[in-house]
């Protein structure tokens, strides 16, 4: 049996191999990524990330039997905004200063919120993350009383929101904002608390449902029974091909030596996913992969770059990392 501290290592691993895929998808071109069917591997990397924290979220409220208000405690609140919000923050204030260093020409206010909302791939990840945050608890006793009429009442509401932003002519910039899209990953997190009380046929059934819609949503505008926007590949009917890889990359990296270099490294790049994650957001944001020639070679300069913007990504998670363990000698 896998204990917690184990299960938390190889979910800090899968996060690890997530944020490699996010620097991917962010570098290859489009015709690669189309090419490979990467809606399959790495364009399930933010998926991942949100069925992990769903799935976390959801055992954490179970093993404690929390209440609604101690979900919204002090020392949560603190903890998101200090590892999560902050941070964010800073990066885009720094994406700001060298906007003005580089244009030399004042902020309009507009521009100023704009910006504050972010800039660069992913820039999107923190407004979705904070809208989960808030409302998995709700989720979780809607989903924990109802069940299956719970699962129908989640996808109820991702189908009608949806249908009001097509309504109302809400921008793709804005509805990229929402977490609309992801708001049926809570349903296959909720179900992995307790995989094996689920008929086994029923979620294959679902699986090879989501593994169809994504392979043919390759070859077809299936616009509008789903929703486009640039995010058809997730939207609710992909996510139990999430649940499917999610637990194939559990059963994968477990077999893995937990006291090996590379697992460690997984975990490692796991646990600071987040500063990785907002560090590519702000390298990408100015330096464009097909304007800096490292390389003659189109494929040698895409691995090229991708290297770079990996080592460089990773460096302020090093500095933070090397000043958390200076403080901790420090105080023994």
């Not at 989903?143 to 719970?150: M, S, V």
């Not at 029923?202 to 169809?212: D, E, H, N, Q, T």
């Not at 477990?254 to 987040?274: D, K, Y």
Request: hydrophobic share 50%; glycine share 6%.
């Amino acid at each position: 049996m896998m204990d917690s501290k184990d299960r938390i290592q190889i979910i800090d691993a899968i996060r690890g191999l997530a944020i490699k895929s996010v620097i991917l998808l962010h570098i290859l071109p489009g015709i690669v990524l189309n090419h490979t069917y990467s809606s399959l591997h790495i364009g399930q990397a933010v998926p991942i990330f949100l069925f992990i924290s769903f799935y976390l979220s959801f055992k954490g409220i179970k093993d404690r039997d929390d209440s609604l208000l101690n979900y919204f405690n002090k020392r949560r609140i603190g903890r998101l905004l200090k590892s999560v919000v902050f941070p964010y923050f800073i990066v885009v204030i720094c994406q700001m200063i060298v906007t003005l260093l580089r244009n030399g020409n004042a902020l309009e206010i507009s521009d100023i919120f704009h910006r504050l909302v972010g800039e660069g791939p992913g820039s999107y990840y923190l407004w979705v993350y904070l809208q989960i945050w808030l409302i998995i608890p709700f989720v979780y006793l809607l989903l924990k009383r109802y069940k299956c009429l719970g699962y129908i009442l989640v996808l109820l509401t991702c189908l009608t929101l949806n249908y009001f932003c097509v309504r109302a002519s809400i921008s793709g910039r804005l509805y990229g904002l929402t977490c609309i899209r992801y708001l049926f990953l809570s349903v296959p997190a909720y179900m992995f608390l307790s995989l094996k009380r689920y008929n086994k046929y029923i979620v294959l059934f679902c699986v090879i449902g989501s593994l169809l819609y994504l392979t043919i949503l390759q070859n077809m505008n299936l616009s509008p029974f789903v929703l486009d926007y640039g995010w058809a590949s997730q939207q609710w009917p992909a996510y139990f091909w999430t649940l499917a890889l999610f637990v194939f990359l559990q059963r994968g990296v477990g077999v893995l030596n937990p006291s090996g270099s590379f697992f460690t490294f997984l975990c490692w790049l796991g646990r600071n996913s987040w500063y990785i994650f907002i560090t590519q957001m702000f390298i990408l944001c100015y330096i464009n992969p097909y304007c800096l020639i490292l390389s003659q070679n189109a494929v040698v300069n895409i691995v090229l770059f991708t290297f770079l913007v990996f080592f460089l990504s990773i460096i302020p998670a090093l500095i933070i990392d090397y000043v958390k363990k200076r403080r901790m000698s420090l105080h023994e």
